[in-house]
């Protein structure tokens, strides 16, 4: 099993930046394919980010292109999500996932799931 802890969402004012994080623990051994989904209130969750499991290759909604980006971090199993002119459209619940099949089953929704970080817009 892996477990997947996200970091970094909070409160932040319209056109400001946030910094998520994520980090794997449990059986890392293998090295995932990781990425982000969001939810915002009723609404479906939505493929927001993902990157590939050297960080060679990443993949960005439309939505968020120019303004997000997504990076491996240091440690082996982590990534970090980087927003920045964030508006209101962006509030939601940002989930990070891992998958070892890689970046389509990543994008598909497959794999491990963390519990989510909130991230509130104000106006």
């Known amino acids: 099993q892996v477990q997947l802890v996200e970091s970094g969402g909070g409160l932040v004012q319209a056109g400001g930046s946030l910094r998520l994080s994520c980090a794997a623990s449990g059986r890392t051994a293998i090295t995932y394919a990781m ?9 479906e969750r939505e493929f927001v980010a993902a990157i590939s499991r050297v960080g060679s290759s990443t993949y960005l909604a439309d939505s968020v292109k120019g303004r997000f980006t997504i990076s491996r971090g240091n440690a082996k199993n982590t990534v970090v999500l980087q927003m920045n002119s964030l508006s209101s459209e962006d509030a939601a619940v940002y989930y990070c996932t891992a998958d070892a099949a890689g970046v ?20």
Do not use: D, H, N
Request: proline letters at 7%.
């Open 35 to 43: 990425g982000w989904f969001r939810q915002a209130p009723g609404k």
């Open 104 to 123: 389509p089953s990543v994008r598909a929704g497959k794999g491990y799931w963390g519990q989510g970080t909130q991230v509130t817009v104000s106006s």
